[in-house]
């Protein structure tokens, strides 16, 4: 292999710039050369290639965002799509590719490989956290991080008020980040679309936490749990007659200069990219497990499911007295 390809494709997070940067230099090791492709997917059908150097990537690891821009691609859905991708890669003589992405970025890299065979390794980057084959997604710490350092403010003010406080965090689908931040934050409650705990139940806490004197509660919510944060707030309130207030964190938790935990394993994962398609690996994703880089077949990632901790949810709820 003498030319491979980079993109960052779907949700931004935050250290997809340490994956690249990582991809670039250890092809400039390998002496291989690594052109970016711009706007993930949609750019690759357009073409949008440039040659990275070492050089192009210098003081990009402590940068949020992803300097290769990312974009959703509805034509890659299709095999019509997918084959105009493919041949503007031929084209260019890239003859694999880096997709730094979520899953379905990754079904994307399966069907180039499948239909036109195109050398393809996946590097995690999404801050839910919510893929199968790795403990830690590229984005995820920096995520947990900014949500925390929010719902500490939050807490003053909760505090000062005597106010009960429902903090909505991003996870769709996903409990992960809720869960850190509400053991890490000390919250009263945590609500994740993984946890069958009705509304009817939260009102049974809240009641029995204002029993027991508690002035203030941080109540954290997953975006995905029955209509996230507005609608809890809402029923919970008036239900049990409390001043109540909604804080929806959104997108600040997407952006932002990613940790030293993030950059490493950024650099780490977009390393391990590179050798693994030297070394005649495709379809696959590189990840982390208890500390060692595992390659995960792609299918894998979305045909299974990763599930939060049973025993972080029990210490979450042990804590919270
Ligand atoms: P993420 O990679 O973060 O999961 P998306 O699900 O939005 O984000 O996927 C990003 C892009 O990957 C989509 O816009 C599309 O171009 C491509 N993609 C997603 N799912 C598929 C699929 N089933 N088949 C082909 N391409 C896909």
């Known amino acids: 292999m003498k030319r491979i390809g980079v993109l960052t494709s779907g949700g931004d997070a935050p250290g997809m710039n340490a994956a690249i940067r ?6 400039a090791a390998k002496g291989i050369e690594v052109i970016g492709v711009r706007r993930g997917y949609a750019g690759m059908m357009d073409g949008e290639f440039e040659t990275l150097g070492p050089r192009s990537v210098a003081n990009t690891v402590q940068r949020g965002g992803t300097i290769l821009l990312t974009a ?3 034509a890659f859905y299709t095999p019509e799509g997918r084959a105009i991708g493919a041949s503007k890669l031929k084209e260019a003589g890239i003859e694999g590719l880096v997709v730094i992405g979520g899953d379905g970025s990754f079904h994307g890299a399966h069907y180039l490989e499948l239909e036109h065979d195109i050398k393809s390794v996946g590097v995690p980057g999404t801050i839910d956290n919510d893929l199968y084959g790795t403990d830690y997604t590229i984005g995820y710490d920096t995520a947990v991080n900014t949500a925390l350092s929010a719902i500490d403010r939050i ?20 409990g992960f980040i809720a869960l850190d931040v509400g053991i890490a934050g000390g919250a009263e409650e945590i609500l994740i679309p993984e946890r069958p705990e009705s509304l009817e139940q939260v009102i049974e806490i809240v009641r029995e936490s204002a029993k027991k004197g508690k002035t203030s509660s941080i109540i954290i919510v997953a975006e995905g749990y029955e209509g996230g944060g507005l609608k809890v707030m809402d029923t919970v309130s008036k239900a049990t007659g409390l001043d109540a207030r909604v804080s929806i964190l959104g997108h600040v938790q997407r952006g932002g200069s990613p940790t030293a935990s993030d950059r490493v394993l950024a650099s780490r994962l977009g390393n391990a990219a590179v050798i693994a398609l030297l070394d005649g690996k495709s379809d696959v994703m590189v990840g982390i497990h208890a500390g060692e880089v595992v390659h995960v077949p792609l299918h894998e990632t979305w045909e299974k499911k990763k599930d939060v901790s049973l025993e972080m949810r029990e210490l979450a709820k042990t804590l919270a007295m």
């Not at 990582?22 to 092809?27: I, N």
């Not at 807490?155 to 996903?174: N, P, W």
């Open 22 to 27: 990582a991809v670039v230099r250890t092809g």
């Open 72 to 74: 959703r691609c509805k």
């Open 155 to 174: 807490r003053d003010t909760a505090a000062s008020h005597e106010r009960l406080f429902f903090i909505e965090v991003m996870g769709r689908h996903a």
